[in-house]
């Protein structure tokens, strides 16, 4: 039944199927009543289009591996089901309201409160197994589900109480249930060779149905998931018949207990036909033939377990009562799912974020007698005191690890005080690096990870994005992600084109994420031990020409490194620089708005304007500290937004047209903005980087132009 590609099998759990134990016939039994259930429920929505307007897709072809999967999870157990998987939901537990409550987007829907589409779960219930946030977007989930699993052997390896065990000690499995076409995704292999790697305690359930929406399985891949579990050493694979009970509940029982007891990955691959549409919006009669049609219902999961069920000596006469009970059971729970609440419209803001655990500024940020350190020591020395406090926490990325410490020493030293299972390498897993920390969450470990430049980010935004960002909300909150994404950003020296992005306005237009972006070593540790408390995921931008104050004008990025019990609350900006009263109260100032780089460039610019010039460091970029900014501007009358981005479409002039709306009847001069050349890379050259950059002396030639209105 198990093949590994590299080696005789590893499998040590005995193995059996329902016949072989006391059970048999009830499990039969309950089998029958969920198929019924399920195909009740997809006949009730299509016979109810008009009512059933929200897209959705049913399990029917798909309900026998699904419902020998839910039958044999316990709650300590973690599953990500996919779209189509509502009869695994039946069977671990959720009742057919419940997930109709889903289906009709209503107020009382468990998972979501009417956010998300049928059969998107997500559950902390102690009597069922977990499951976190699902999205929508195929193979996604993968990468978090396999971030869970390594959370979980984390825990195990320090006998963390976060570890939820069965009575008897039982450990948990981790199930990703996906469809095979999702399989030739990139980050499904990112997952898995992350997965054989870390021999985590993972079962990849792949259901395949020859289709993926209108394309065949012959038009767009070249093996099907078992063939393609053989390339990955170490992931032990199965095959089994989906649409046989029987089969799939002994495979699952033997996948399940493999797991449970050998914390090594496997992927079951599930043959499955798909017998409803793809979706209700997705009509199967639009581009399958009869004969696909056919064939895929002569594999009806539904007519073989009645069979088997006759033949065990069931009377047909019994089925088809629990058939008819069931029937009626799924009309009674439509119709009151159709007759209850719709959500308030008051509650759509509700669960963006969970709320922050630092709201005030606390603890000791220049202690009496201690030397400057520079901004790169400050951030290690807080990840230190973080990891020291907390042992949930962990700390990865591409080559933190202890041989080198982090390409600009960020991490140097952490390697070997905390040792590699809390502190160590990635593969060049962008995606992974990301991804994986929405699963290591809601396990509760606390994650801190590192993207290597902000330029290499992007592969991380499909999950940033699709399951990062989005977690809390659609979850009413039971599952917000706490994760502290740090990414070294800038540019100086001659970094060119692929190591001096800035990528801040491309971030926030992600909505359900804070950024920070610390000036000087004092808020970098406070931000840095505000954002790992911080229960929602957090971006910390930190400039590399800032790190070690190497840039000349940038030796006031260097402090007196804070106490340890320093937090700096996100969203609170500062006054780095006051002009002169009489100044102000003559109207001859301007406020400069910056963050970053442009702090020190405002700070030189400004000499040449002794008096005249209010200086803001934003720290955080979302959340905003609005309250100083437009306090800044109304007192002023005139201002400069300064960033190091390319300007057009940016941050900067977005927070232009907010202060217009906000400060116009104050304003003196329009608001100025200033930042990089619009061109699409920062050049190597360092003749051509500076011309590309502001500088002190553009922003002082543009506090000129403003100060003259």
Not at 67 to 75: E, K
Not at 173 to 181: F, K
Not at 601 to 622: C, E, N, S, Y
Not at 630 to 635: A, D, F, I, K, T
């Amino acid at each position: 039944m198990f093949k590994d590609s590299t080696s005789v099998s590893t499998l040590k759990t005995p193995t059996s199927d329902p016949g072989g134990h006391q059970g048999e016939m009830a499990d039969l039994l309950t089998a029958w009543r969920l198929m019924c259930e399920a195909g009740s429920m997809a006949a009730i929505y299509e016979n109810n289009r008009n009512i059933c307007r929200y897209v959705h897709s049913t399990s029917r072809g798909h309900e026998a591996i699904q419902i020998a999967t839910g039958l044999q999870l316990q709650p300590w157990d973690f599953v990500s089901p996919y779209y189509r998987d509502e009869s695994m939901l039946l069977a671990i537990g959720f009742s057919p309201y419940e997930l109709m409550l889903q289906l009709l987007a209503k107020a009382d829907d468990p998972f979501s409160g009417g956010r998300s589409y049928y059969s998107h779960p997500n559950s902390r219930r102690t009597d069922r197994p977990q499951i976190p946030h699902q999205s929508s977007a195929t193979g996604m989930q993968v990468i978090p589900t396999t971030g869970i699993a390594q959370g979980i052997q984390y825990l195990e390896q320090i006998h963390s109480n976060l570890l939820r065990t069965g009575p008897a000690g039982e450990l948990p499995v981790v199930i990703c249930s996906l469809g095979d076409g999702s399989v030739t995704e990139g980050e499904v292999a990112e997952a898995f060779q992350f997965a054989v790697l870390k021999q985590l305690p993972v079962i990849y359930l792949v259901q395949d149905n020859d289709w993926g929406i209108s394309a065949t399985s012959a038009e767009v891949r070249t093996m099907d998931a078992y063939e393609y579990a053989a390339g990955f050493k170490g992931l032990e694979r199965m095959q089994v018949d989906g649409s046989d009970f029987t089969a799939s509940y002994a495979a699952m029982e033997a996948a399940i207990g493999y797991v449970r007891h050998e914390r090594k990955p496997i992927l079951v691959h599930a043959t499955v036909p798909l017998l409803g549409h793809h979706t209700s919006g997705v009509r199967k009669e639009w581009y399958r033939t009869p004969e696909d049609l056919a064939k895929h219902a002569a594999n009806d999961p539904l007519p073989k377990l009645r069979a088997l069920l006759e033949k065990r000596g069931v009377a047909a006469a019994v089925l088809d009562q629990v058939a008819a009970t069931a029937a009626a059971d799924i009309q009674a729970a439509f119709d009151k799912a159709v007759a209850a609440s719709e959500p308030l419209p008051g509650t759509v803001t509700e669960h963006i974020f969970a709320p922050a655990a630092v709201t005030e500024e606390k603890g000791e940020r220049s202690p009496a007698g201690k030397q400057k350190v520079v901004m790169v020591d400050a951030a290690l020395h807080a990840v230190e005191e973080i990891m020291s406090a907390h042992p949930e926490a962990i700390f990865f990325g591409q080559d933190v690890g202890r041989r080198l410490g982090g390409v600009f020493r960020e991490a140097a030293t952490l390697g070997d005080k905390f040792g590699i299972h809390r502190v160590y390498n990635t593969a060049i897993q962008e995606a992974y690096i990301i991804g994986a920390t929405a699963g290591l969450s809601a396990v509760g470990v606390k994650p801190i990870v590192e993207v290597q430049f902000a330029d290499y980010i992007y592969p991380g935004f499909n999950q940033l994005v699709t399951e990062i960002s989005k977690s809390c909300y659609l979850t009413n909150g039971k599952y917000p992600v706490q994760t502290l994404i740090r990414v070294p950003i800038g540019a100086y020296g001659g970094g060119g084109p692929y190591h001096s992005g800035s990528v801040e306005s491309t971030l926030l237009s992600i909505k359900g994420i804070k950024v920070v972006y610390p000036s000087n070593a004092a808020d970098m540790k406070g931000l840095m031990k505000a954002a790992f408390l911080d229960p929602n995921p957090v971006v910390m931008l930190e400039h590399k020409g800032l790190y070690w104050s190497k840039v000349p004008g940038t030796l006031e990025a260097m402090t007196v490194e804070p106490a340890a019990d320093y937090v700096l609350p996100l969203g609170k900006g500062a006054v780095v620089q006051h002009a002169h009263p009489n100044d102000v109260a003559n109207g001859n100032t301007l406020c400069i708005i910056t963050y970053g780089m442009g702090v020190y460039w405002a700070k030189a610019a400004a000499k040449d304007w002794p008096g005249q010039v209010t200086i803001i460091d934003l720290r955080t970029l979302f959340p905003l500290d609005e309250a100083l900014v437009y306090g800044m501007v109304r007192q002023h009358g005139k201002c400069l937004i300064l960033t190091e981005e390319q300007l057009n479409n940016s941050f900067a002039q977005a927070l232009a047209g907010r202060i217009q709306h906000a400060c116009f009847q104050f304003l003196d001069a329009p608001v100025f903005t200033m930042g990089a050349l619009d061109l699409p890379a920062v050049p190597l050259n360092t003749g051509l980087e500076a011309a590309m950059l502001p500088g002190p002396e553009k922003v002082s030639q543009m506090i000129r132009q403003l100060l003259a209105y």
